[in-house]
């Protein structure tokens, strides 16, 4: 702990300037694919976690993307009209509806994540295995808020 020391204001400041510009990058790779469809970050982020979590219901996405549901319905119409996710009702809940990514979405997400891949890959593979176990912690640590 007394190594931590040294995190004074200006390191702090530092460190969340890095992932403000580690975000920005990432998710500028995709934006070529998704100005196609003419998606943005909101229709990304949606589409990771149907990916990442297939049969996600309505109410567990809103809770993961911390948004209401009025600000979902909009990116969710765009991206059913778009064939990119289907709705499908829950067998033991018919109230409940599961989004899946359909053939055209899992199709595109690959294309978007292909994007991603690279710069994420290189930057991991170019660091020590120590130091990519540290930063997973560090980012957990971070969006759990500990």
Same mark, same amino acid.
């Given at each position: 702990m007394k190594d931590l020391l040294y995190l004074k204001d200006e390191q702090i400041k530092d460190c969340i300037q890095l992932l403000f510009y580690a975000y920005r990058?990432?998710?500028?790779? +995709?934006?070529?694919?998704? #100005?196609?469809?003419f998606f943005g970050p909101a229709h990304l982020r949606s589409l990771n976690l =149907? &990916? @990442?979590? +297939?049969? =996600? #219901?309505?109410? &567990?996405l809103i809770f993961k993307l911390k948004v209401t549901k009025q600000s979902l319905n909009r990116v969710l119409r765009d991206? /059913?009209?778009?064939?990119? /996710?289907?709705q499908i009702?829950?067998? #033991?809940?018919?109230r409940?509806?599961?989004?899946?990514?359909d053939k055209e979405g899992k199709i595109f997400f690959e294309?978007?994540?292909?994007?991603? @891949?690279k710069r994420i890959f290189?930057?991991?593979k170019n660091s020590s295995s120590d130091s990519v176990i540290k930063f997973k912690e560090v980012l957990k640590k971070i969006i759990d808020g500990k």
């Amino acid at each position: 702990m007394k190594d931590l020391l040294y995190l004074k204001d200006e390191q702090i400041k530092d460190c969340i300037q890095l992932l403000f510009y580690a975000y920005r990058e990432t998710f500028a790779d +995709p934006k070529e694919v998704l #100005s196609k469809k003419f998606f943005g970050p909101a229709h990304l982020r949606s589409l990771n976690l =149907i &990916e @990442r979590y +297939p049969g =996600i #219901s309505l109410g &567990e996405l809103i809770f993961k993307l911390k948004v209401t549901k009025q600000s979902l319905n909009r990116v969710l119409r765009d991206l /059913i009209k778009s064939k990119m /996710i289907k709705q499908i009702k829950d067998e #033991s809940d018919t109230r409940k509806k599961n989004l899946f990514l359909d053939k055209e979405g899992k199709i595109f997400f690959e294309a978007v994540y292909n994007s991603q @891949r690279k710069r994420i890959f290189n930057a991991l593979k170019n660091s020590s295995s120590d130091s990519v176990i540290k930063f997973k912690e560090v980012l957990k640590k971070i969006i759990d808020g500990k």
